[in-house]
T-cell receptor, first 114, second 111 residues
């Protein structure tokens, strides 16, 4: 089945220790998104890629970076995690921004910062 | 500013009852309105979506009603089941990359 896969499902890191979360997709979608979701809140968009074009949301902290080396993979790098960065990180994809803008989410990575 | 207002925040319904969740928006550029269902510890799953050229869309027990003039849309879950207990998010999009979620509704269906 075509899908969005996130690894790892659970990640524990220490305060200030860099961490990378990964996302892959078999949908062959052009757009990949990263969201942060905290408990009992809606997902918050961090950034997205349309192909190789990167778009950073204005309020995304500089501590968060992303890489998309090819169509299938996208990475979220947190350079110096703080306690406030503990959250569920969701990857999503869509075919495009027009008629194919339905977003399909992965299962998420739960990040704990100790 | 919250682009999409969702209510209620939580909802408790008896098994077999109808669950109704409402959303409202202001931006007339929005032209795509999906609903997502999220179980604890999982990513949101696309449930059903509507475009403003129709007033209602039904898929199984799930129906979206859309009122363009009032700028409101709602999700109706008929014959609600305990397995429907989850958090539901409405969302709205204009053409482009912006995706605005509502604040979510936690639904509990009591057996």
């Amino acid at each position: 089945d075509a899908m969005v896969i996130q690894n790892p499902r659970y990640q524990v890191t220490q305060f200030g220790k860099p961490v990378t979360l990964s996302c892959s997709q078999t949908l062959n979608h052009n757009v990949m998104y990263w969201y942060q979701q905290k408990s009992s809140q809606a997902p918050k968009l961090l950034f997205h890629y349309y192909d190789k074009d990167f778009n950073n949301e204005a309020d995304t902290p500089d501590n968060f970076q992303s890489r998309r080396p090819n169509t299938s993979f996208c990475f979220l790098d947190i350079r110096s995690p703080g306690l406030g960065d503990a959250a569920m990180y969701l990857c999503a994809t869509s075919r495009d921004f027009g008629t194919g803008r339905e977003q399909y989410f992965g299962p998420g990575t739960r990040l704990t910062v100790t | 500013q919250q682009q999409v207002k969702q209510s209620p925040q939580s909802l408790i319904v008896q098994k077999g009852g109808i669950s109704i969740i409402n959303c409202a928006y202001e931006n007339t550029a929005f032209d795509y309105f999906p609903w997502y269902q999220q179980f604890p510890g999982k990513g949101p799953a696309l449930l059903i979506a509507i475009r403003p050229d129709v007033s209602e869309k039904k898929e199984g027990r799930f129906t979206i009603s859309f009122n363009k003039s009032a700028k409101q849309f709602s999700l109706h879950i008929m014959d609600s089941q305990p397995g429907d207990s989850a958090t539901y998010f409405c969302a709205a999009m204009p053409t482009g990359n912006q995706f605005y979620f509502g604040t979510g509704t936690s639904l509990t269906v009591i057996p």
